[in-house]
């Protein structure tokens, strides 16, 4: 079959100039084909590698995070491997490798994924140091990891030369969900924690986790920590607590619990913090009379401010000086009980008075014909008056009647009764009758 010629170098030219756009549009050589290289990478070295081409000109290795995004390293000339320290890789990876040569550039490409059934992974991974020599750390099972899943837990330093598995596992129904450490001595400042898992059902997907020993330390109370106390202030002093890494005293911060000895909660309590310094200590203006109180302190980190345990209760103060308002309520009480019993008392010995002196009734007397005495007594005011008549019969003479010097007399007399209290010679009830007597020529009280 014959082709015409003009059609054909029609069509010649035309994918000519379009090699010639699609090399201008690049900018570069032409690429190898990726199966020339392969990559290999080690989980537990973390280091990427290669095959060596010969007149390597220029070597990149990439690191694609889904997280992080793209890490990249330029590699010396002869150098067929890359290593990444400070990356983790349960999110999944990429990595990439570009080899310049003379004879044009290589790349290729290959995923890391996070293989296993999605969601089986451990989770809530967490580690924290305390009292300097121990460290615990804990995690919990997956959603969709099945019954008989079992994890396990390395630890790795950040060069990757020495590898420490979990000692002491803790377990709920038989699954490790926790790991203990007491020796600390293989851990560097920052570490490489790895929990992968195992079941016979499905593929386990791992978790691993960069933590740095300086943030998950929880630091213990502050030591020897006393309280003096003058008539304006009281001083507390404290020791630095002991820490894994030796730190200078400004990277601790502590707190003071300041609470009234036997208080309820949330009531007459004072939280202090303090930025460590090189004395360590703190003024707490407190004057006297001062009621016992007690102080608690802590100790974190400043960049973090993770407050670590509480430390025992420090008393200062004196029993003199507390008075709880309960104590108030019963002095008010019982002062005014024997208010009350007291004057029901006095009231009571008025009445009794008032029943050994009654009022004098009025009485009214008739003598003979022409004697009469009548007498009036009253509560405010009692009078009487006396009058007769005298009739004399002479010697011999009937019949006859004399006047004799005939006088009359009258007298006003009141009594009057009341109690009290006396005060000397000896305090006590006392009761008092007056009786007022008054007639023409004056008056006088007996």
Known sequence: ????????????AWLRAAVLRTAGHSGR?????????NITFDSRTMILSWSCKDNTSLSRCILIHKKDGPIEYRLRNKQCFCTFREVTLHGGVTFEVHVQTSQGEFQEKMPYPN???EGSAARNFSCFIYNADFMNCSWARGPTAPCDVQYSLSIRDSKGRREIPCPYYTQDAGTHVGCHLNNLSGLTSRNYFLV?????EVGIQFFDSLLDVNKIERFDPPGNITVTCNKTQCVVRWRQPRTRQRRHFLEFRYQLHVCRQNSQPDT???LITVQGGLDNRYNLPS???RAK????MRTADFRILTWGPWSRPTEFGSDDGQTSSVHIYVLLVLGTLVCALFLGFLFKRCVQMQRLFPPVPKIKDKLNDENQVEDQVGRG???GQLGWKARERGHGDTGSECQPPCFSTSWDFSVTTGCGWNLYPAPGPSTWVRVRVSSGRGQRFL
Not at 1 to 12: D, G, N, S
Not at 196 to 200: A, I, P, V
Not at 293 to 296: F, P, W, Y
């Open 287 to 289: 004057s006297e009379p």
């Open 1 to 12: 079959m014959k082709v015409p010629l003009v059609p054909a170098l029609l069509l010649c």
């Open 293 to 296: 109180r007690t102080v608690k």
């Open 268 to 270: 007459e309590n004072t």
């Open 115 to 117: 293989s296993g059934r």
């Open 381 to 383: 005011g009692r009078s």
């Open 196 to 200: 992968t898992g195992t079941s016979r």
């Open 29 to 37: 050589t032409t690429v190898a084909p990726a199966s020339g290289l």
